[in-house]
Nanobody
Framework: QVQLVESGGGLVQPGGSLRLSCATS????????RGWYRQTPGKQREFIGN???????NYGDSVKGRAFISRDLGAPTIFLHIMNMQPEDTAVYYC??????????WGKGILVTVSS
């Protein structure tokens, strides 16, 4: 079964940048990997941003102006880049996709901690 796998999390310094990747496993599996969400304990999952099939991007208010989503259609892989990270950006980050079976898929999540 195809899965989504996030990578690149860990500890980020305040004011630093985050770069996450999300790819399918097995690699090169067909899936529309479409966006990123994050969640902290006791809160609902928050929309970070997505990229449409046409390549247009949309971002949530909490990261607008400092986030950028890109992709490699051949892999397929999407990337999330957030600048000026702050402690309130600490969360588990998830990627989301739509399979060829029209089912929604989620990665297992990756922890990002913003701390000095």
């Amino acid at each position: 079964q195809v899965q989504l796998v996030e990578s690149g999390g860990g500890l980020v310094q305040p004011g630093g940048s985050l770069r996450l990747s999300c790819a399918t496993s097995p690699s090169n599996s067909q899936m529309y990997i479409r966006g990123w969400y994050r969640q902290t304990p006791g809160k609902q999952r928050e929309f970070i941003g997505n990229i449409t099939r046409s390549g247009f991007t949309n971002y949530g208010d909490s990261v607008k102006g400092r986030a950028f989503i890109s992709r490699d259609l051949g892999a397929p892989t999407i990337f999330l880049h957030i600048m000026n990270m702050q402690p309130e950006d600490t969360a588990v980050y998830y990627c989301n996709g739509l399979g060829t079976d029209e089912m929604e898929y989620w990665g297992k999540g990756i922890l990002v901690t913003v701390s000095s």
